[in-house]
């Protein structure tokens, strides 16, 4: 079978990162043949790289004629507030689409995208790529197991350079602009709690301890931006100094500073943008930590740890149930069923879950199964519902019915 014909819409870190990734990797499973994206330099090198024709290359998803137009499928990762107008297009045009997470920024984008998947009778599958991953999916096999589950802890370390370049200097450091970090970073947490304890949500309380980039008084010496000779540079460990340069591990991060990345073009970031400004003078809103407790029908009990902490991202899991324990690094890779070890590849904090969900995206969609899979829409809500919930009851200080809300 020839490769599906994909319009890639917003070329961005995911965009022209992981989705164009895959291409060079697995050439016969999809190809891109047309690209939506404003930013000219990006479209271009987009278009480049995948050889698009000139009239296929196009600024807004308006300038699309769909009934002219063949496209197998759609994979939109444009920024989150662009979500539920670009997905409700191309549903309206039938076209089945792989949607980034969030799915919207607020729960009634979430729910009408679902019901506009419905009418336009149209597959939406969002990418909620833990799932995914080997790390989750050998869990989610051996948790019979343990027996009736009492508990399930999932702990996400997001890791200093992580949150600083995500949280408080780039795209989703204010909440008002993009969603809270519960939306825009654990949401895929939440699902995972959600996947497990496989029943729907009675209550949700959240909390969050005092942040260090909110509202913090700092010396009236710190400069505004790090490399202009900041007194506490040597020990702060958010000097973006130590972030960005000598770090070539963080080259996705890279790639947000300058689209072609290079030493030179870095450091000029790094004087002129939010990237190498001092993490104390930015109009960061989300909270460095939250703790969310959840009771679900079924007596399980999930709970949610988001801490910055660390130099690496990574995730833990810990799941009791009457007949043991199930615990599990995923950068590890290692599960242990009591005292059975499980090992698996070492990874990164998303378990190689991007490369396995656009396999199985690709695989379902030539099956004609793509409503099989296990993140359509209407089986990521829930999971979605409950990270909205969570920053209403952090910051409202209340126990929320999980059915009475929103
Ligand atoms: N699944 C995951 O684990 C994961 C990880 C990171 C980011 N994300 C999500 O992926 C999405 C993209 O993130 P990113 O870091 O690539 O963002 P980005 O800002 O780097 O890229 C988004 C791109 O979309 C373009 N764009 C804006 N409006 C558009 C429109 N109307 N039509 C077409 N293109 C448009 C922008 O110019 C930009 O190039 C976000 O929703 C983000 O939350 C998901």
Known sequence: MNPLSVIMIGAGERGLGVYSDYVKENPNDYKFTHIVEPNFE?????AKIHKIKAKNQYETLDQIDFEDTKIDFAINATPDIEHF???????????????????????????????????????????????????????????????????????????????????VRGKWRNSKKSGPISLTKTCHDFDII???ANSTPLKITSYSAKSEFINKIIDKTIPDYCLQGCPIGKTCPYNSKKIYLNNSEKSWMHKDLVINPTKDGIKK????????????????????????NILFKNSITGELIMLMTGAKSNRKIVITGTK??????????????????????????????????????????????LNKLPTTISRSLISHKLAFLAE???KSNELLIFNETI
């Open 42 to 46: 990006k479209r271009k090198a987009f």
């Open 85 to 167: 107008k670009t997905t409700n297009t191309l549903l309206t045009n039938k076209i089945p689409t792989l949607l980034e997470k969030p799915i919207g920024i607020t729960y009634n984008e979430c729910a009408e995208l679902e019901k506009i998947s419905k009418k336009h009778n149209t597959e939406l599958i969002i990418c909620h790529v833990l799932r995914y991953s080997p790390f989750y999916q050998t869990i989610k096999k051996i948790i019979k197991k343990i027996g009736y589950i009492n508990h399930i802890k999932q702990v996400e370390i997001i890791g200093i350079p992580h949150f600083t370049h995500s949280y």
């Open 194 to 196: 959600q996947w497990f």
């Open 269 to 292: 970031a790094l004087l002129t943008t939010n990237y190498g400004k001092c993490v104390y003078k930015l109009d960061n809103n989300v909270p460095d930590n939250q703790n969310t």
């Open 324 to 369: 043991g324990v199930i615990r599990g690094n995923l950068r590890e890779g290692i599960i242990y069923l009591n005292n059975e070890i499980i090992k698996l590849e070492k990874s990164n904090s998303h378990g190689y879950g991007d490369r396995f969900m656009l396999k199985e995206f690709v695989r379902s969609f030539k099956a004609n199964k």
């Open 392 to 394: 209403e009851s952090r």
